[in-house]
């Protein structure tokens, strides 16, 4: 059974930081493809960062690019999210998601929510003043 369990978000001022965190059980996150997608109210979800399972190679959206950055600590099989520079926008639910097979995609494939097999319940971010 594949469990996902995010922590870390919270309340924090604008141009702020945070750290979430995704503590997986039942599968190792450095055999498969993880990724951060968020979902603000009344729109759709969207793409955050990815991290290959190999090399661990990471991928961002356009919309975080220099402030975000998606590592992972495989000792303790957890992934991480560090956000600067937060703006109201940045204002979601960060889900954790876990891709479930180990075919290759193409870098811009790892941003498509449908590649994801297993979900976290999610945290709470929100940048306000």
């Known amino acids: 059974q594949v469990q996902l369990v995010e922590s870390g978000g919270g309340l924090v001022q604008p141009g702020g930081s945070l750290r979430v965190s995704c503590v997986a059980t039942?599968?190792?996150?450095?055999?498969?493809?993880m990724a951060w997608f968020r979902q603000a109210p009344g729109k759709e979800r969207e793409f955050v960062a990815a991290m290959r399972r190999s090399s661990g190679s990471p991928s961002y959206g356009d919309s975080v690019k220099g402030r975000f950055s998606v590592s992972r600590d495989n000792a303790k099989n957890t992934l991480f999210l560090q956000m600067n520079s937060l703006k109201p926008e940045d204002t979601a639910i960060y889900y954790c998601a876990m891709r479930a097979s180990s075919n290759r995609l193409i870098l811009s494939a790892l941003s498509d929510d449908r590649q994801y097999d297993y979900w976290g319940q999610g945290t709470q971010v929100t940048v306000s003043s």
């Open positions: 039942g599968r190792t996150i450095s055999n498969h493809d």
